[in-house]
């Protein structure tokens, strides 16, 4: 059974880079199909998705993110990654790395999740 | 972009059934899932292409999807299913998006 496990700073100052490293066991990172996400979840607040990235290299932003975001995958070290750049108090959040699961024909969701990880916007 | 709207919040007796909706436009002609987050923890997969169930989730969940309405059904409601909901839909263009998500409290 896959797992996953986010990693990263807890605490970024405003206009930097945010960045995360999702690490993934327990399953191939390049078998079976999957994209890889990333969510992320302010205090109190919704889910929202960031975006997702497969092995190969092709990857999908939300439009509300797109111009700040970069996700990436390594399959030699099973990991992925989020670069957020020039962040603000408002990305204080809980960050959730997840995989996709399902395809273009059907449809895709979110079969497995991290604990997730809290990334504080603060000088 | 594509809007959802979920109920902010649901109240359900013990033993009834809980159904909690997401709406969208013609969103029957779309994938939906659905997820359970309790308190503290991370959200977890209870349907997912409208009304499959993973392994693992109790036959009391159940998912339909139809026009502009998906429909998360929980039935004979445990304390343990309290919890906030959300909907996520995907499609073509618009990708990924969650719905606001929906608060079931247990009576």
């Known amino acids: 059974q896959v797992q996953l496990q986010e990693s990263g700073p807890g605490l970024v100052k405003p206009s930097q880079t945010l960045s995360l490293t999702c690490t993934v066991s327990g399953d191939s990172m390049t078998s079976g199909g999957y994209f890889w996400s990333w969510i992320r979840q302010p205090a109190g607040k919704g889910l929202e998705w960031i975006g997702r990235a497969y092995f190969s290299g092709t990857t999908n932003y939300s439009p509300s993110l797109k111009s700040r975001v970069t996700i990436s995958v390594d399959t030699s070290k099973k990991q992925f990654f989020l670069k957020l750049t020039s962040v603000t108090a408002a990305d204080t959040a809980v960050y959730y790395c997840?995989?996709?699961?399902?395809?273009?024909?059907?449809?895709?969701?979110?079969?497995?999740w991290g604990q997730g990880s809290l990334v504080t916007v603060s000088s | 972009s594509y809007v959802l709207t979920q109920p902010p919040s649901i109240s359900v007796a013990p033993g009834k059934t809980a159904s909690i909706t997401c709406g969208g436009d013609s969103i029957g002609y779309k994938s939906v899932s659905w997820y359970q987050q309790r308190p503290g923890q991370a959200p977890v997969l209870v349907i997912y292409?409208?009304?499959a169930r993973p392994s693992g989730i109790p036959e009391r969940f159940s998912g339909s999807n139809s026009w502009n309405t998906a429909t998360l059904t929980i039935s004979r409601v445990e304390a343990g299913d309290e919890a906030d909901y959300y909907c996520?839909?995907?499609?073509?263009?618009?990708?990924?998006?969650f719905g606001p998500g929906t608060k079931v409290t247990v009576l």
């Open positions: 996520l839909v995907w499609d073509r263009p618009h990708d990924l998006i």
């Open positions: 997840a995989r996709v699961g399902g395809n273009s024909e059907f449809g895709y969701y979110l079969d497995s």
């Open positions: 292409l409208d009304s």
